[in-house]
C-alpha cells in the first residue's frame, strides 16, 4: 500500500474534497441527496473546492420530474462542480456504476479526500485507498437491511459496508445504534455526526387546496419514500380504523418499489380519505409541511430521517415509531408509538386527533428544539475535522 502523502495537516489550508454516493444534486431523491447538497454549499461557502460525481440518468421516481431537475447538464451550481457519471440504470446496477466511474474520475483529481455517501458507494473505496488517497465513508443507515433489495443487491452493499469499516481513514455514522454495530461487527471505532436542518418558510394552503382540496390543521401528512421499511402499510392500517374527518396524506415517489406502491394502494382502497399525492418538491412540500395537523414517520428502519428534522423545524406534532433513530431525535417533543404495532399507531392517531390543545402543545415545542440542536454549520465544521 502506498503512504498517504495528502493528509492535511495545517489546520487553516482550503481543502479539495469529491462527493460519491447520492444521485444527483441539487435533488430532493433522497436523503443523501440533501445531506451532500446541504454540506457542500457551506463547504465552498467556507473557501473549499469540492466537486459532486452525479449520477447520468432519470429521477428516481420517473422521467416527468428530469424537466424540473436538469441536472444531468450541469456543470457548477452554487460553487460545487458537478461531474455526471456514467451510470446503468437498472436495479442494483446504478449506484454501482456511478461510483465505479466516479472514482476512476476521482482518483486523477488530486483531492485531499474523497467523501463516500450510503454503504453501496463504499464498494469502492479500497481504490483510492490503495492510492494513497485519504477517504471518508458516512454510513447513512444500514442499506442492506431494506426490504426492497434482493440476494446480490444485499450482499453488494454488505460488502460495501465492510470496506468502509476496513479501510476508510474515518467512518461517520449518524445514530448510535448504528455507532454500536460497527463497533460490535468489526470493532471499528466511528465518528457520529448527525443530520442538520435549516429554518424553513412556512407557507399558507395554496396549491394543496387546488390540488387536493386540503385545508390546514385538515390531514395527517406521511412524506418520504415509498418502501417498505418506512411503515406505510402500518399507518394505513392504523388510520382507517381511527374515528376522524381528517385526511391522510401520502407523500412521496417509490424507489424501485412499483410492486409496494401498488400494494399499498389497494390497501388504501375504499377509504376517501386517503390521497396519494406522488413525489412532491418546492411549494407543494413546503405547503404540506406547513400546514399539517400530525406528521407520522412509522419506519422500521432508518439512518437519520432528514424528513422527520423537517417536519419539526416546521413546527409539526410528531408521531414515530420506538426505533432509536427516531425516537432519540424527538425526544419527549414528539409522540412514539410500538414499531410495526398498528393498534399502538392507532391509539396515539386518535388521542391526539381528540386532543387538540395536546398536538399543539408539541407543536409548540418542536421548532426551537431541533433547530438549536440539529445545526447545518457546527455539523460541517466537524465534517471537515474528519477530512483532515
Not at 448510535?176 to 418558510?201: A, H
Request: glycine share 8%; proline share 3%; hydrophobic share 35%.
Amino acid at each position: 500500500m502506498m503512504k498517504k502523502t495528502n493528509v492535511v495537516n495545517i489546520k487553516d489550508k482550503k481543502l479539495k474534497i469529491a462527493m460519491i454516493g447520492h444521485k444527483r444534486i441539487p435533488s430532493r431523491e433522497g436523503g443523501v441527496e440533501i445531506v451532500v447538497e446541504e454540506i457542500s454549499t457551506r463547504l465552498v461557502n467556507l473557501g473549499h473546492d469540492v466537486t459532486a460525481y452525479n449520477r447520468k440518468g432519470h429521477h428516481v421516481s420517473g422521467k416527468e420530474f428530469d424537466d424540473n431537475q436538469k441536472v444531468n447538464n450541469l456543470e457548477n451550481y452554487k460553487g460545487i462542480k458537478i461531474v455526471a457519471v456514467p451510470t446503468i440504470e437498472k436495479r442494483g446496477l446504478a449506484a454501482v456504476t456511478s461510483s465505479l466511474f466516479g472514482t476512476l474520475k476521482a482518483i486523477l483529481g488530486k483531492y485531499d479526500c474523497i467523501h463516500y455517501h450510503a454503504e453501496g458507494p463504499c464498494a469502492m473505496l479500497w481504490i483510492p485507498h490503495f492510492l494513497g488517497i485519504r477517504t471518508v465513508a458516512t454510513i447513512h443507515g444500514l442499506d442492506w437491511q431494506r426490504a426492497k433489495w434482493g440476494g446480490f443487491a444485499t450482499k453488494y452493499l454488505k460488502f460495501g459496508e465492510k470496506v468502509a469499516a476496513k479501510y476508510a481513514d474515518e467512518v461517520i455514522v449518524l445514530s448510535d445504534n448504528v455507532k454500536k454495530y460497527f463497533k460490535d461487527t468489526y470493532n471499528r471505532e466511528t465518528r457520529f455526526i448527525s443530520n442538520g436542518i435549516s429554518e424553513p418558510i412556512l407557507k399558507e394552503v395554496d396549491l394543496i387546496k387546488e390540488k387536493w382540496n386540503l385545508e390546514k390543521d385538515g390531514y395527517i401528512l406521511y412524506l418520504g419514500r415509498i418502501v417498505p421499511e418506512k411503515g406505510i402499510q402500518y399507518l394505513i392500517d392504523a388510520f382507517k380504523e381511527v374515528k376522524t374527518d381528517k385526511k391522510l396524506v401520502i407523500a412521496g415517489g417509490a424507489s424501485d418499489t412499483d410492486d409496494f406502491m401498488k400494494e399499498i394502494k389497494e390497501k388504501a382502497a375504499g377509504d376517501e380519505r386517503i390521497i396519494f399525492t406522488g413525489f412532491v418538491q418546492g411549494q407543494t412540500l413546503q405547503e404540506l409541511y406547513s400546514n399539517s395537523y400530525i406528521y407520522v414517520l412509522p419506519s422500521d428502519l432508518e439512518g437519520m430521517p432528514i424528513s422527520l428534522l423537517e417536519a419539526m423545524s416546521y413546527g409539526n406534532c410528531c408521531v414515530v415509531s420506538d426505533i432509536p433513530e427516531c425516537s432519540e431525535v424527538v425526544e419527549d417533543k414528539g409522540v412514539i408509538f410500538e414499531k410495526s404495532n398498528v393498534s399502538s399507531l392507532k391509539q396515539e392517531l386518535e388521542n391526539l386527533c381528540m386532543n387538540p390543545k395536546k398536538t399543539q402543545g408539541y407543536k409548540d415545542s418542536a421548532k426551537d428544539f431541533i433547530l438549536k440542536r440539529y445545526n447545518w454549520d457546527k455539523i460541517v465544521e466537524e465534517t471537515v475535522n474528519s477530512y483532515r
